[in-house]
Each structure stands twice: as structure tokens, then as C-alpha cells.
């Protein structure tokens, strides 16, 4: 290639990361101002309704304690069952959750149920949940779940009840603060949350108008008419991905009277699970990456490609161009660069993180970049989808 087409190839590739920036910034529903937050300033209904926890747990006994104390001791002035389901746990997280119960100051709430075998064709997460709405109370108008690995704040399911009344939401869910201690949690923790953000636009997600439908699966509050009229928790049975899932679930059957879902960002509500270096960071993500993508290794490829044409061109052309020849397109990457930079920000002061971590967000997409394709490699390989032991109903890939 000579000179000159590579001089315009430079420049176009800069040109194409600008304009794609230009459009995440103004035109992908505001995703990076992080503004969605349950603050408690929804009106408190007259009357609350009963509600239902519900808390799916397999070899959790590490963290238990506090994620069932939390919910066990809401301020709720409503009526509050706590359903714990043990799914086939083998550490001691039944005996960690009658103790913390028991030590806690209303032991009345906790109900323990031990999930019946896994069958075929469920994801482990699902028939857990599924045999703890079996047994839960069915007088409970909402059902409340929250992951084994949570801590939340005394006055969360008074304030997620607030809001789903109050405006009518059928599902109101929170991304909860993900732990943001070491080294790789810092450089990847944020990032993920943006990510995530990225993809489902919150501002989005929460308009009735627009299909886009997401949840975070550790803390939703879904209305039980509503998950009967989609059909159950047994329509979900073999998602990977069942917080989304459940929310497209949702939004497509939202009548007429009924704004839908609501997902924000979390503040006090926290997750209590370490990602001990970057191999938990990395089994996190590659667990599920391929799913979002399908599983098509032409959606894989298209990924692959924007991720390097948004993130990883315009730190490599700023700092590997000749600047003397070719200073056009080295002004356009540092531009694009300032727009990723400046686009992270928020989320890195939601986490209290600093900000001199914002320029290394191609670093950080350059390691997602390559989870995802390893979470493809496990799929093909027949081990997508393993957690705890276990690959997910539907994740064998080829064999």
C-alpha cells in the first residue's frame, strides 16, 4: 500500500472512532451521566403491600450472613416473608443462614426451602428462584430478588416499593454497587457498570415508548401479576442472561396502565462477593459474553471490531503516529480519546475511584475485548455458561 493510502486509511480510521464517540455522547440516551438513582423520593403509598424475598444461594456460606440479615431487617412497614432457597449448597451456607436468622432481630421472616434436583433444561439461578416462588406467600403482591452475595441498605425494598407504586412500574430494579477494592477491580469494576450502561441506555430502558428492556438480576422487585401474565419463571428456564430476559419479558406484555420497568444505579446497596484478582473479574464476563452475542460468530466478529475501531484506534494512533506527517489524524484520535476519557468520569466518582483511571478505559476494553472471545472459545469448547460447578442448561456449544 503506498504512502498516501495509507496516510487516508490513518485518517479515516480516526474520522470513524471520532464519529462514533460523537454519536455515544449525544445520541446513545445520555448512558454515561449515571442519572437514574433510587434517591427515596417517591411518594409512600397509603397502604404497602405484602412482599416476598426471595434469595437463590449455592456454596454462598462466605457471604450469607450478611446478604440475609440485610434483607431479614428491612424498615418495611408491610407484611415481609424471606424465602432462602439452598440450591444443592455443600459448604455450610444453610447452617451460616439459620444462625445469621436466628441472631437477627426478626427471625419470624426467614423461611427455608431446599431446592429439588436441577432437571434438564433450567439454569441453576432460575429453578432455585422458581422453587422459592413455589413456596412463597401467595398473598404477596410483589416479589422481591436479591442475589446470595448482597448486602442492602434497612430502607431498600421500602424505597423500591415506593417507586413501583407510585409510577406504576411493573419490574424496578438496581445495578448494585459491585466491590472496587484491588488493583483489577479498580481498572475493570467501573468499566463494566459503563459497559453495561453502554448497552442498555438506563434513560432507555425506563421509557414505555422505546423496546430496549434490561435488569440487574441482584435486586428486582417485580409485580406478581406480572410475572404470571408472562407465563412464569418457567419461560425464562435456559437463560444465561435471565435479569434481561425476564425485563424484554416484562416490557412486552406491560398494559396499558403500566410505565414497565425501572432500573437504576445503586449507591448503598452493595455487592459483598471479592473478585480476587482478575481470573474472578475474568470468569464473571466470560461466563455469559457469548451469550449476549447469541452465540453467532458474526455478531462475535462485528463485536470484536467496534470494540477496536471505539477504544483501542485512537490511543494507538495519538501514540503511535508520526505527529510530523501526519497531524490531522492524530488531532481526531486525541479527540476521540478526550470524548472516552470525559464519557467515564461519572461512573469512576459513583464508584469514589480516581479519576486518573478514566484515560485507561482502552486498557480496560481491550481485556473485555479479549474475555468476550474466550468466552466464545468455552462455548465451542462445551464449557460455556459454568458456574459453581455447573454448565448452564443450553451452553454446551460443539462437543
Known sequence: MSAALTDLATLGLAALSLAIWAYLWFFRGDFWRCRERLDGSAPEPERWPAVTAIIPARNEAAVIAAALTSILEQDYPGDLSVVLVDDHSEDGT???????????????????????????????????????????????????FSDADIAQPPQALRRLVAKAVSEGRDLVSLMVALRCEGLWERLLIPPFIYFFQKLYPFAWVNDPKKATAAAAGGCILLRRATLAEVGGLAVLRGALIDDCSLAAKVKQVRGSGSRGLWLGLAETARSIRPYAGLGAIWDMVARSAYTQLRHNPLIL????????????????????LPWHGQIPAALIAALAWLAMTLTVLPVLRLYRQ??????????????????????????????????????????????
Not at 475485548?369 to 466464545?376: G, H, I, L
Not at 442448561?393 to 460443539?398: K, S, V
Open 301 to 320: 466478529l462485528g463485536t470484536l471490531v467496534g470494540m477496536f475501531a471505539t477504544y483501542l484506534a485512537p490511543p494507538l494512533l495519538v501514540l503511535g
Open 354 to 399: 480516581g479519576l486518573w483511571l478514566a484515560p485507561l478505559l482502552p486498557l480496560a476494553a481491550l481485556l473485555y475485548s479479549v474475555m468476550t472471545f474466550d468466552s466464545a472459545l468455552r462455548h465451542w469448547r462445551g464449557h460455556g455458561g459454568t458456574w459453581k460447578g455447573r454448565v448452564q442448561a443450553g451452553q454446551r456449544g460443539l462437543e
Open 94 to 144: 444453610v447452617e451460616a443462614a439459620r444462625q445469621a436468622a436466628a441472631d437477627s432481630s426478626r427471625p419470624e421472616r426467614f423461611n427455608l426451602v431446599r431446592a429439588a434436583a436441577l432437571p434438564e433444561g433450567w439454569t441453576g439461578k432460575l429453578w432455585a428462584l422458581d422453587q422459592g416462588l413455589r413456596q412463597s406467600d401467595p398473598d404477596s403482591r410483589y416479589l422481591w
